[in-house]
T-cell receptor
């Protein structure tokens, strides 16, 4: 079974802090994704990566950056956390081929910015 | 996202069938997915359908696709309390490995 592991289930940080969310997958997937989930808005793509050191902006990249130094690990960085970044963050991974390759999700990190 | 739309809530009695509807806008969508999210958890892939299919059945789940109307539905037969969750519809477009998700339908199963 595919395992996508997010380092924290719950996280509380203060406004202005630099926040790191970590995600690790064990299936040698090329693609990795970061989403945020807000009630009534569904999942919105922040950034994704299709290979080591490669990244592309999603729909809402402002205020975020990412790092992919190793294939299995994809980090989301909030450079200076703000209260409007309080949300559920979901990491996902998939194979690169554009056939039917579903995304597999971690359990999410619920981040609160005070 | 606004390209994929779902109603937000559905209440169903235990033992009845649930039908969750989804509409999408991009005719180049190749695969359409249904994911389930239980409270406090991530998304679990339930099933998917390729755009050249009309129907797919998997145990209690039936997916219907009307490509002309760009309408997708998920039917859950004999709905159980464990089916209470948020259900997300998602589309994958041609030559794209990103998914576009709907806002999710919260299904509540009442006794």
């Amino acid at each position: 079974d595919v395992k996508v592991t997010q380092s924290s289930r719950y996280l509380v940080k203060r406004t202005g802090e630099k926040v790191f969310l970590e995600c690790v997958q064990d299936m040698d997937h090329e693609n990795m994704f970061w989403y945020r989930q807000d009630p009534g808005l569904g999942l919105r793509l922040i950034y994704f990566s299709y290979d080591v050191k490669m990244k592309e902006k999603g729909d809402i990249p402002e205020g975020y950056s990412v790092s992919r130094e190793k294939k299995e690990r994809f980090s989301l960085i909030l450079e200076s956390a703000s209260t409007n970044q309080t949300s559920m963050y979901l990491c996902a991974s998939s194979f690169r081929q554009v056939s039917n390759q579903p995304q597999h999700f971690g359990d999410g990190t619920r981040l609160s910015i005070l | 996202g606004e390209d994929v739309e779902q109603s937000l809530f559905l209440s169903v009695r235990e033992g009845d069938s649930s039908v969750i509807n989804c509409t999408y806008t991009d005719s180049s969508s190749t695969y359409l997915y249904w994911y389930k999210q239980e409270p406090g958890a991530g998304l679990q892939l339930l099933t998917y359908i390729f755009s050249n299919m009309d129907m797919k059945q998997d145990q209690r789940l039936t997916v219907l696709l009307n490509k002309k109307d760009k309408h997708l539905s998920l039917r859950i037969a004999d709905t159980q309390t464990g089916d209470s969750a948020i259900y997300f519809c998602a589309e994958r477009r041609l030559n794209d490995y990103k998914l576009s998700f709907g806002a999710g339908t919260t299904v509540t199963v009442r006794a």
